[in-house]
């Protein structure tokens, strides 16, 4: 199984600031990479699609990226909502993974 | 408005079998996708079980291979996860989910914990 190494697990931050979650794959995905979001009621939004394609009805303050093996989530201007736990997935083979999730914490 | 909605018991003793069945409106489950049931442990951790397709192939993770099975019911649009010889590491909140390069929607979850 390809294994999703996500950090940090816990970010704290403050409204309007800018903040970067990064997943390390331990085998080339190719940019399938996906990310969503969760919110404490449990209910889970996509995200960003294949590397860096925004999700339908997703704030543009939402990018995704990739450097070398590193895949990264970039929120630019943190808004109320965006405090909420965020999982990278790959699906670049089966048995698709997630990363161990990161929880955004209001600082 | 697409939506998928887990239902079963919300608690399985071990050693028993875990059924639960998603029920599906706004799409038929045999126009396209794949069908997929995931998981998330107490802890965060989260993981994919398996999916059967719009054709009705499965595939399923090899963590589970031999204790999962995934089927459905055309006519009444559900699908179903049956898992047996569950066990305490079979607590979580189920989900079942429609994927096609990412998962565009996802239902509620549902708590499942085994106890005796």
């Known amino acids: 199984d390809i294994q999703m190494t996500q950090s940090p697990s816990s970010l704290p931050a403050s409204l309007g600031e800018r903040v970067t979650i990064i997943c390390r794959a331990s085998?080339?995905?190719?940019?399938?990479l996906n990310w969503y979001q969760q919110k404490p009621d449990g209910t889970i939004k996509p995200l960003i699609y294949y590397t860096s394609n925004l999700q339908s009805g997703v704030p543009s303050s939402f990018s995704g990226s990739r450097s070398g093996t590193d895949y990264s989530l970039t929120i630019s201007s943190l808004e109320p909502e965006d405090f909420a736990m965020y999982y990278c997935q790959q699906d670049a083979s089966f048995p698709y993974t997630f990363g161990a999730g990161t929880k955004l914490e209001l600082k | 408005e697409i939506q998928l909605q887990e239902s079963g018991p919300g608690l399985v003793k071990p050693s028993q079998s875990l059924s639960l069945t998603c029920s599906v409106t706004g799409y038929t489950i045999t126009s396209g996708y794949d069908w997929s049931w995931i998981r998330k442990f107490p802890g965060n951790k989260m993981e994919w079980m398996g999916y059967i397709s719009y054709s009705g192939s499965t595939n399923y993770n090899p963590s589970l291979k031999s204790r999962i099975s995934i089927t459905r019911d055309t006519s009444k649009n559900q699908f179903f996860l049956q898992l047996n010889s569950v066990t305490t590491e079979d607590t979580a909140t189920y989900y079942c989910?429609?994927?096609?390069?990412?998962?565009?929607?996802w239902g509620q979850g549902v708590m499942v914990t085994v106890s005796s």
């Open positions: 085998q080339g995905i190719s940019n399938n």
């Open positions: 989910a429609r994927y096609r390069g990412i998962v565009h929607y």
